[in-house]
Structures are given as C-alpha cells and as structure tokens.
C-alpha cells in the first residue's frame, strides 16, 4: 500500500493489486464475492454507465421522477432555444448539449476560479483534450451558500 499522504484522486487502479490482497486476506480463502469481483473490475476497467433514455409515451413517471423530468426539459430549453426536449431525451446515445452555468458562478467567479485550480492541481480535473472532439454533454456548475452565506460549495448538476 502507497503512504496515504502520496494520494491523488482518480488513480485508484494503479492500487488494484492491493484491492486484490485485501480481499483475498477479508475472504480467508474463499472465491470472491460477485460485488468483490464487481469493484475488482472498476478498478481494473473503470466504470461505463449506459445511457437511459427517458421513459417512452405509454411509461408512467412517478412522482420524483416527474419532477426531474420537468427539470431536465426546462434545463434543455434554456440550453438549445427552440428545440424539442423530448428529441434530447430518447435514443441510444446522449445529444450533444451544453448547459450553461448557473448566474452563482459569476456572483462567485473568484471561489470557482480557485476551485477549479485546486481541482486540476489535485488531479480531480482535467482539461479536455483538444484531440478528442467536443464532448458530448458539458454539465453547468454552481455555487451553493449555506451556514448564513459563509460556507460555499462547487457543484456540478449532471441531471
């Protein structure tokens, strides 16, 4: 195991041997468990979510759900004007779209500068690479204030 002090986010492959002992040691000789070989296989491959398109025109939407959807498509509409929502909600594949940051974000522009620098020095950020095209979808960021407007948080929405 690395000295924790040497930690940098995203590089939790690079400890996959480790992950691997460990539950070797945990299971005391028995094979591992479905969830141990799931996390072995993050680790070693990293995550690939599939894209859920919205639910289809016969599809009942529960009550949260409803409220989400309502919010996407009011944040869809202010990202690409006139287009149709429900056309950015199907497929196989994510429309390209680009929502923009919240107005927090130039009331606080000082905060998200510092954010992001500390972000990218920590390795939790990247630049995108120029040679990979535009991405597909760029998520806006925020700033929430909470403790009486002295505490601030970079959030990013990926609804």
Known sequence: MRDPAEFRAGLLAENLPAW???FQLANQGRPFSETQ?????FLEHGV????VGAPGPGEKLSGPRKAKRRIVTQMLRQAVPGCDPETYL?????????FLNHRSTTEHAEFVSAEVKKALDLGVLAKWPAEWGRPTVVNGLRVVVSQGGRKLRLCMNPM
Request: aromatic content about 20%; proline content about 10%; overall charge positive.
């Open 37 to 41: 070989r799931t996390v072995l296989g």
């Open 90 to 98: 199907t497929g196989k594949w994510p429309h390209p779209v680009q």
């Open 48 to 51: 690939c979510f599939d894209f």
């Open 20 to 22: 691997r002992r460990y």
